[in-house]
């Protein structure tokens, strides 16, 4: 599975606004809509602070795998 998709699967799944995430990552409402849409890649402190706001892995969010735990 592709990031942009993961990205928003794992919002809407959690029923949170494109601008609450924005927010509390540090990104402005549109360079998170560009995440989502594919527009835009997203860089390593963003890819890390979306990881740390769901709680799950850089490989799961990234679609590298199915498997959101984060391996300690």
């Known amino acids: 599975m592709e ?5 928003k699967e794992i919002r809407k799944s959690r029923k949170e606004t494109q ?3 924005s927010q509390k990552i540090g990104l402005t409402e549109r360079q998170y809509q ?5 527009d835009s890649k997203p860089n390593y402190e963003s890819l890390i602070s979306l990881a740390d706001y769901f709680n799950v892995s850089l490989d799961y ?6 498997n959101p735990e984060i391996n300690k």
């Open 61 to 66: 969010l990234v679609g590298r795998t199915d």
């Open 34 to 38: 560009r995440l989502e849409a594919n």
């Open 3 to 7: 990031f942009y998709i993961r990205l």
């Open 19 to 21: 601008v609450t995430i």
